[in-house]
Nanobody, 119 residues
Framework: QVQLVESGGGLVQPGGSLRLSCAAS????????MAWYRQAPGKEREFVAA????????YYADSVKGRFTISRDNAKNTVYLQMNSLKPEDTAVYYC????????????WGQGTQVTVSS
């Protein structure tokens, strides 16, 4: 099992910045990649960014490229999402995700953290 705890959400004005954190614990030795997803009211959950745990390869949704940066600190078992130039359409609940490969593939989700971009 893998436990994920997000933090760092809040209210920010358009053009502002926030940094989300996701701390992983439990059976983290087999984590292959971690990612951030988001879900706005009335919409489906969508992919935001991902990073491979060992190689640090990153992937981004087109809507956040150039504005968001995903990174990891393996020593702290933590993944970050630095969000700059925030827009009202970035408003959503942001979820941390982990994919664990240990014979089979298992998915884990955090509880989510609210990000609101509004003036």
């Amino acid at each position: 099992q893998v436990q994920l705890v997000e933090s760092g959400g809040g209210l920010v004005q358009p053009g502002g910045s926030l940094r989300l954190s996701c701390a992983a614990s439990g059976s983290i030795f087999s984590i292959y990649r971690m990612a951030w997803y988001r879900q706005a009211p009335g919409k489906e959950r969508e992919f935001v960014a991902a990073i491979t745990w060992s190689g640090g390869r990153t992937y981004y949704a087109d809507s956040v490229k150039g504005r968001f940066t995903i990174s990891r600190d393996n020593a702290k078992n933590t993944v970050y999402l630095q969000m700059n130039s925030l827009k009202p359409e970035d408003t959503a609940v942001y979820y941390c995700y982990a994919e664990r490969r240990a014979g089979t593939v298992s998915d884990y989700w955090g509880q989510g953290t609210q990000v609101t971009v509004s003036s």
